[in-house]
């Protein structure tokens, strides 16, 4: 089966650089591009594994990092020493445009998050006689509501491992079944399991080594995940993502 799907919560390729920035503890002035670009290519390829509609600009960026690595690599060129430190002050950083670039999205983004709150915090605010709003209570709103603090850049990297390690263990003969699946039945399936067994481990969800199967299973967590059915938690980076389902609300 071809799974086309697009997912809504990526916010565009300079996103995910700073994503890959923060995670790594990269200074945003001094990017280490060979770094940054493998770790970029490896989501870029993990989409790809998913069969997810990876936008052009995703694409133009990396074909961007591919050729300021390009440019990093090249050999200078051996020059009088006044002349080189001449070379050395005019010489443009193939990374100032992209540095520039991160730096002002950084800034639309962080303001952005602040008009955010503030659209939150407004509108609490009602116009009216005074009236019961237990109801509408925050405190239980967002409890309720809740899918952690994981992301969809956490969830994809978990998938990197735990596909990886499905590879590793993969016997080298085997016979090829094909089952369709549909998206919903599986997101059945694992409420049914959260429901019985509880919390489980991220790993514990992908028991078959199927292709199919996993990333219909991945596909199903998304979408549990986008619509608050299951809370997430990871303690640290590269440690196991928790799955719980969500409370139901009280009527």
Not at 24 to 35: C, F, L, M, R
Not at 46 to 58: G, H, P, R
Not at 106 to 132: M, Q, T, V, W
Not at 208 to 233: D, N, P, W, Y
Request: proline share 3%; with cysteine; charged share 30%.
């Amino acid at each position: 089966m071809q799974y086309n799907v697009k997912i809504d919560a990526f916010e565009g390729p300079l996103d995910l650089l700073l994503h890959l920035i923060n995670k790594y503890e990269i200074d945003i002035y001094d990017i280490p591009v060979s770094q940054i670009t493998d770790q970029y290519m490896n989501y870029i390829h993990t989409m790809q594994e998913l069969e997810l509609d990876v936008a052009s600009e995703y694409l133009v960026m990396a074909a961007t990092l591919l050729a300021i690595k390009s440019k990093m690599l090249l050999p200078k060129r051996e020059e009088e020493w006044f002349d080189s430190q001449l070379d050395l002050d005019m010489e443009e950083d193939p990374r100032e445009d992209l540095i520039n670039q991160l730096i002002e999205y950084k800034k639309y983004k962080h303001a952005a998050k602040e008009l955010k709150e503030r659209e939150n915090d407004r509108s609490l605010i009602f116009g009216r006689e005074p009236a019961d709003l237990s109801a509408y209570d925050t405190n239980e709103k967002e409890q309720s509501t809740s899918i952690g603090d994981v992301t969809l850049y956490d969830m994809l990297s978990a998938f990197q491992r735990m596909f990886s390690k499905k590879k590793a263990i993969k016997p080298r003969k085997t016979t090829i079944q094909t089952t369709d699946i549909p998206i919903g039945k599986r997101m059945d399936e694992i409420m049914d399991r959260l429901s019985k067994k509880g919390n489980q481990r991220f790993a514990d969800l992908f028991p078959s080594q199927e292709r199919g199967h996993i990333v219909v299973t991945f596909l199903a967590l998304l979408e549990l995940m986008k619509k608050t059915k299951i809370h997430c938690r990871q303690e640290g980076n590269f440690s196991d993502i928790i799955i719980s389902a969500m409370e139901k609300e009280s009527i």
